[in-house]
């Protein structure tokens, strides 16, 4: 869940670094560092905490060159120090690199190879390993070293003595490098070549590169190879309007639901991937599961079994899918590492649903459906969610011939986001130590989606319930203390759920209602039952952004998180 991006040729490295890092910083922002060459020397500056802490010293410094490797971390071994901080170099100063991915046998080869280390990081066992390596190409130090390494990698090397030289390898963690007009760009998420190129290269699993100015040659463990281009995909342009890019993100919901449901025309061809289908597993983390949830929901209608699985338990359940299912895989980044090994796992009818063309989860299903949601780069997922949701209605519509009515959906939300009284909501919600959300069916996967929105981002302890099952344990943490968010967009169920409601209040607790039907704190507007779950969570995400700005803390980079997961 780290960054890493790279640049070599004509102009200052350092500048370019730091511009890389802003654009992943989403990734993680414990810490970060680069590394430059100047005049044949390799200058290593790092720093804890987020970027713009490493931008002041670099921009303040002379260092200068036209050749450097830069990373943003999410810590996974040790603290999120300046010392664990990357680059990282061998004892003996004859190599620096950066690293994305868990080597899960560095305690072994730290014993095994005699290494030593000054860090808590397993990055560094690497650039001891690749040192020990006797061989006199470091293209093949490298392979050696990769070889015994168990995990997943990306890795971006400068030797000291092949200092006009970056070399890369990969495996499961995501590496890809463009050739722009002024030089060679490396990094771990495409989108961060918007800028600079129209095409890149994505390295494979135990695939290497060796980059110099303007030239680029790829291996793999045996010899070297050719590789086609990409290209970068142009999303559609969202204007930055908001001091934080969630509040930015969730305001264009309408516009990516539309972009979205106007691309999908290209993925039509999917509904005879349905046929003969014998169970249907939806399978996500986070976010990404919430909208599996209601994917079933929509998909019901099929009669044949559905399952939703939480990817980082599927992976390690006994379930194997016959050759008859389909199992849908649902990733905003397409990065996920838990889906990815569910993918793996599956030898099955598989399809994609991510926001992120060329990823790895679009490579190891065998279709895809593409949203069009653009870059979403706040850590909270706001606008994808929305269109995850649209891209199983849209499913829906085409394998019962129906004509989908996003249109409404979209001018809904529109009006919705123009005019709503959620700061004011806000203000209230702030009084309380503790909330829940309640909800019955689709409800109630909304209520988890929106617990998960607020506690991620306000850092405030809140809970998800069926309304249904507050009795069975869940009341006896109401009291004067408690706010309870009741969500009640189903006619039917609307009375039972004004009972839940009772059942708080006659224990001191306060309940908010969030409604189509009647009055209600948080209204809702009046859509089909298949549309409203797409616009009823917009109310939440903005209400966890509001109180998360008005608690001091910044929505976009939430403690302890990033947005792409491709760690275990």
């Known amino acids: 869940m780290c960054g890493i991006f790279g640049y070599i040729g004509k102009n200052n490295a350092k500048e370019k670094l730091i511009e890389g890092l802003e654009n992943l910083e989403y990734r993680g922002y414990d810490s970060s560092g680069v590394a430059i060459v100047q005049n044949g020397q390799v200058h290593i500056v790092k720093k ?22 830069a990373h943003t971390r999410w810590a996974t071994h040790g603290l999120p120090t300046q010392l664990n901080a990357h680059p990282h170099t061998d004892s003996k100063n004859t190599l620096c690199l950066v690293h994305n991915g868990i080597i899960e046998n560095y305690l072994e080869l730290k014993s095994e190879y005699n290494l030593t280390t ?45 200092p006009e030289t970056i070399y890369l390898a990969k495996k499961e963690s995501p590496i890809m490098v463009a050739l722009g007009n ?32 303007n030239n680029i040659e790829f291996y793999n463990k045996n010899k070297k190879i050719n590789k086609k281009t990409n290209n970068i995909e142009k999303t559609f342009s969202f204007e930055n309007k908001n001091k934080y890019l969630m509040q930015d993100e969730i305001m264009q919901t309408p516009d990516a639901l539309k972009e979205t449901a106007l691309y999908f025309d290209n993925f039509k061809n999917i509904k005879h991937y349905f046929d003969n289908v014998d169970k249907i597993y939806l399978i996500g983390c986070g976010t990404a599961y919430h909208s599996c949830l209601l994917g079933k929901k929509y998909l019901e209608f099929l009669n044949v079994p559905i399952f939703t699985e939480i990817a980082s338990e599927f992976r390690y359940s006994k379930i194997k899918p016959s050759k008859n299912s389909l199992c849908i895989f649902v990733s ?17 009818k598989t399809l994609a649903i991510t926001n992120v063309p060329n990823s790895s989860i679009t490579f190891n299903c065998k279709k895809t459906i593409l949203m069009k949601a653009g870059w979403e780069r706040a850590v909270a ?27 409404q959906l979209v001018s809904s939300c529109r009006k919705y986001l ?65 706010l309870v968010i009741l969500i009640s967009t189903k006619h039917s169920l609307h009375n039972k759920n004004l009972l839940s409601k009772q059942e708080i209040e006659a224990r001191m607790g306060c309940c908010f209602v969030a409604s189509n039907i009647a009055d209600s704190k948080i209204e809702l507007p009046n859509l089909s039952s298949d549309l409203l779950p797409i616009l009823s969570i917009l109310p939440f995400q903005l209400l966890a952004c509001e109180v998360c700005i008005s608690k001091g803390y910044n929505p976009d980079k939430p403690r302890n998180l990033s947005k792409s997961v491709t760690v275990e």
């Open 332 to 348: 905003q980044s397409g990065e996920t590492a838990d889906t990815i090994a569910c993918v793996k796992k599956c030898k099955c």
């Open 381 to 407: 997922s706001t606008k994808a969610y929305c269109c995850q949701l649209l891209v199983f209605y849209l499913i829906k519509c085409l394998l019962k011939n129906e004509k989908p009515k996003w249109k």
């Open 418 to 482: 123009k005019k709503n009284n959620i700061k004011d909501i806000s203000k209230k919600v702030l009084n309380f130590e503790k909330i829940m959300f309640i909800g019955r069916q689709e409800d109630y996967v909304t209520a988890m989606e929106s617990s998960l929105k607020l506690k991620e981002i306000s850092y405030i302890n809140c809970i998800a319930c069926p309304s249904g099952e507050l009795k069975h344990g869940t009341l006896a943490l109401v009291d004067e203390n408690t």
């Open 118 to 162: 000054k860090t808590q990081s397993d990055t560094e066992i690497i650039a001891e390993l690749i040192s020990k390596i006797d061989e006199k190409k470091n293209l093949d130090k490298i392979k050696k070293a990769c070889n015994l390494l168990k995990g997943s990698y990306a890795l971006a090397v400068i030797f000291k003595d092949e």
């Open 48 to 69: 804890a905490g987020k970027v713009c802490v490493l931008k002041d010293e670099l921009m303040d410094s002379d260092i200068n060159g036209n050749c450097g490797i």
């Open 182 to 213: 002024d030089g060679v760009y490396i990094s771990s998420d495409a989108n961060a070549f918007k800028k600079y190129a129209n095409n890149f290269y994505i390295l494979k699993n135990n695939e290497f590169a060796k980059i110099s100015n």
